[in-house]
Antibody, heavy 115, light 109 residues
Framework: QVQLQDSGPGLVKPSETLSLSCSVSGGSVTSYYWTWIRQPPGKGLEWIGYIHNSGTINYNPSLKTRVTISIDTSKNHFSLQLSSATAADTAVYYC?????????WGQGTLVTVSS | EIVLTQSPGTLSLSPGERATLSCRASQSVTTTYLAWYQHKPGQAPRLLIYGASSRATGVPDRFSGSGSGTDFTLTISRLEPEDFAVYYCQQYGGSPPITFGQGTRLEIK
């Protein structure tokens, strides 16, 4: 059974880079599209971007200048980097499988941007 | 951008009642690419419906989805205590390709 485990620092300083990874167990990261989604406190879900091992990548235009999503097949995981973090980036970050809909999710990581 | 507007914002019902949640799109959505999720505090969202009307694996048949074009509906035929949560609709295919509605909170009356 495929499972996703997201991980990363829970606290990031303003202007620094927020970095998270999502490990895929029970399956291969070379299959499927993989997506990052976030939920700021008290708000709804926001799509960040997706990636496929074929090289297809797409980012939310509102974040495009700051976001990088990558895949590491040797570690069977995919990653998110969000540069120049601000308090507005404080959110629970989820990794998920799919692109048209998301049938498998990580448990979510709360990232707080604060000095 | 395709904006999804969910209504009502909050729905107060009792167990056993029928819940009807609406998701309206600012422009036509390909039916195949409309999904619904259930989200409980402290948990990851759970896929309920994809392709507007197909139940995801393990989803009870009291959950059903319908609609096309710009109007979609999630119906819970008889509410169970575990159904009280926030529900989101989501579309794929616009630009940006993925957007979510703002959510409907289903609370116990």
């Amino acid at each position: 059974q495929v499972q996703l485990q997201d991980s990363g620092p829970g606290l990031v300083k303003p202007s620094e880079t927020l970095s998270l990874s999502c490990s895929v167990s029970g399956g291969s990261v070379t299959s499927y599209y993989w997506t990052w989604i976030r939920q700021p406190p008290g708000k709804g879900l926001e799509w960040i971007g997706y990636i496929h091992n074929s090289g297809t990548i797409n980012y939310n235009p509102s974040l495009k200048t700051r976001v990088t999503i990558s895949i590491d097949t040797s570690k069977n995981h995919f990653s998110l980097q969000l540069s120049s973090a601000t308090a507005a980036d404080t959110a629970v970050y989820y990794c998920a499988r799919g692109v048209k809909w998301f049938d498998l999710w990580g448990q979510g990581t709360l990232v707080t941007v604060s000095s | 951008e395709i904006v999804l507007t969910q209504s009502p914002g909050t729905l107060s019902l009792s167990p056993g009642e029928r819940a009807t949640l609406s998701c309206r799109a600012s422009q036509s959505v390909t039916t195949t690419y409309l999904a619904w999720y259930q989200h409980k505090p402290g948990q990851a969202p759970r896929l309920l419906i994809y392709g507007a009307s197909s139940r995801a694996t393990g989803v009870p048949d009291r959950f059903s989805g319908s609609g096309s074009g710009t109007d979609f509906t999630l119906t819970i035929s008889r509410l169970e205590p575990e159904d009280f949560a926030v529900y989101y609709c989501q579309q794929y295919g616009g630009s940006p390709p993925i957007t979510f509605g703002q959510g409907t909170r289903l609370e116990i009356k």
